[in-house]
């Protein structure tokens, strides 16, 4: 029986989905006008997470996920530019290219943490005619008014509005400060089509019934949701900064234009921190998987990592973590390694206590501390080890089943015998420069008493 924490129940509720053994998860894919960090790493890693514990339970899921590439101002209260057209300006290059560009990093990362790969994958600029016909409903039913920069969503018009984060219209009014848009009918209205502005001349615009223009950040989630799971879907994610404005926004709008419940559950990753600190391009430490493949460490030691941290609980990423996840995971690999494969069984008792951990609202800290217990066990035989590994493996996703017996290359042997004549010398920079290179082959340089010691990162 799985266990998830539904934020706008704030509670763990057992997971029923609406047909049999289906189940329909949209999550919100990123804006693609910059590269992606370690936050978007934990957060899509997490939401794998779920979609292989969902199938190892036996589901057969339907993973949707959006890419924004239209739309999503700088401030989420739908003021300021286009982060897509800003990017573009920046960096002298049309909005297209820098859509393609960081959209391809992004899938490249995901393919680095191991992430499988979303059933469809749905760009908001080729869904403008399904999010103008959700507008469309929503006007007619009365919920959508026009003002000179755009077609604005009527919140009081929706007493629920506010459920799912907590902030209530009454909050939300005597919250705002100065209202930037007087012709708002209440500060939480939100845009769901927006004018080009006179003398603006926008790289991404649409003709529609009201005017020359562009979608709104959320209609997008709510219209691509709907056309590829239907009206009401099983589960909806995304990071903790989605709630509000975001989903709260989504929810608005899908009941609104439906009249039928839009999400059942709402999986909801919290915030990652680096060094205790928020991560910022101001306060340089702002980093992406090259920065962590530039210090050496292997992506999928950041995927284990991930693993020891609980999605609801706030992760710190530090550099000395990594560092202890990186050792972890190469013994993991060693362990595995040494293990023979024929003809194992699956441990039973093993795989009974591993289901029920990460049936507890995904629990990978006590999944990965299982681990370790069951390498240890001495009552379990070594090919029942592996057997039973390599099964967990389909939900921890670390390619336990790409181990093979490390060997080192000559070629590796080589440059280390090399750097050791170099150390003998004291030529300290080429040494450095040579740990360099192994480093980039894929090899880690330890100094021990008894000589230098050979480790892999892969
Ligand atoms: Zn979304």
């Known amino acids: ?65 959006n890419i924004t590439d239209v739309g999503h101002l700088t401030s989420d209260s739908d003021t300021g530019e286009d982060k897509m057209e800003k990017s573009a300006r920046e960096k002298k290059k049309t909005v297209w290219e820098i859509a393609e560009y960081f959209t391809k990093i992004f899938f490249e990362n995901r393919k680095k943490l191991n992430l499988l790969k979303p059933h469809i994958v749905c760009k908001a600029t080729d869904h403008i005619k399904e999010m103008t016909g959700l507008i469309k409903i929503l006007e007619q039913k009365g919920y959508a008014y026009k003002i000179d920069d755009g077609i604005y969503f009527e919140v009081q018009k929706f007493p629920r509005y506010g459920r799912l984060s907590g902030n209530t219209l009454k909050k939300l009014k005597a919250g705002a400060r100065i209202e930037i848009n007087p012709q708002k009918r209440h500060p939480a209205d939100f845009a769901l089509w927006k004018f080009t502005p006179k003398k603006v001349k926008r790289q991404m615009e649409w003709d529609s019934l009201w005017g020359r223009g562009f979608p709104g950040w959320h209609i997008e ?65 702002f980093f992406t998987l090259a920065d962590i493949e530039k210090q050496g460490f292997s992506v999928l030691a950041l995927r284990y990592l991930f693993l020891t941290s609980h999605y609801r609980s706030p992760i710190n990423f530090t550099w000395k973590g990594l560092e202890s996840a990186q050792i972890a995971l190469n013994k993991l690999y060693e362990v595995v390694a040494s293990l023979k494969s024929e003809a194992g069984k699956i441990d039973k008792k ?42 967990f493996d389909r939900v921890l996703g670390v390619n336990l089943s ?27 920079q080429k040494a450095d420069e040579i740990r360099k290179k192994i480093k980039k082959l894929g090899y880690k340089i330890e100094d021990t008493k008894v000589g230098p010691k050979i480790k892999t990162f892969r």
């Open 1 to 65: 029986m799985l266990k998830l924490y539904n934020t706008l129940s704030r509670k763990k509720e057992v997971f029923r989905p609406l047909k049999n053994k289906k189940v329909g998860f949209y999550i919100c894919g990123p804006t693609v006008y910059d590269y992606d960090h370690l936050g978007h790493a934990w957060n899509y890693t997490q939401a794998d997470f779920l979609r292989r514990v969902l199938e190892y339970n036996g589901y057969k899921v339907k993973q949707v996920m």
């Open 221 to 285: 989630c709510s219209a691509m949701s709907m056309k590829y799971l239907g009206k009401t879907i099983d589960i909806h994610g995304g990071g903790e900064d989605n709630i509000f404005p975001h989903h709260e926004s989504e929810i608005a709008q899908s009941e609104s234009a439906t009249g039928k419940k839009f999400v059942n559950y709402w999986f909801h990753t919290r915030f990652l921190k680096v060094e205790g600190q928020k991560m910022a391009k101001s306060l340089k430490n």
């Open 350 to 391: 093993y795989q009974r206590k591993f289901l029920n951990v990460i049936n507890d609202d995904l629990n990978m800290p006590e999944a990965i501390s299982l681990v370790w217990q069951l390498i240890k066990d001495k009552k379990v035989k070594n090919v029942d080890k592996k057997k039973t590994l390599l099964d």
């Open 402 to 428: 790409k181990v093979k017996k490390i060997t080192i290359p000559s070629s590796v042997e080589k440059l280390v015998v090399q750097r050791e004549e170099y150390r003998r010398q004291e030529e300290w």
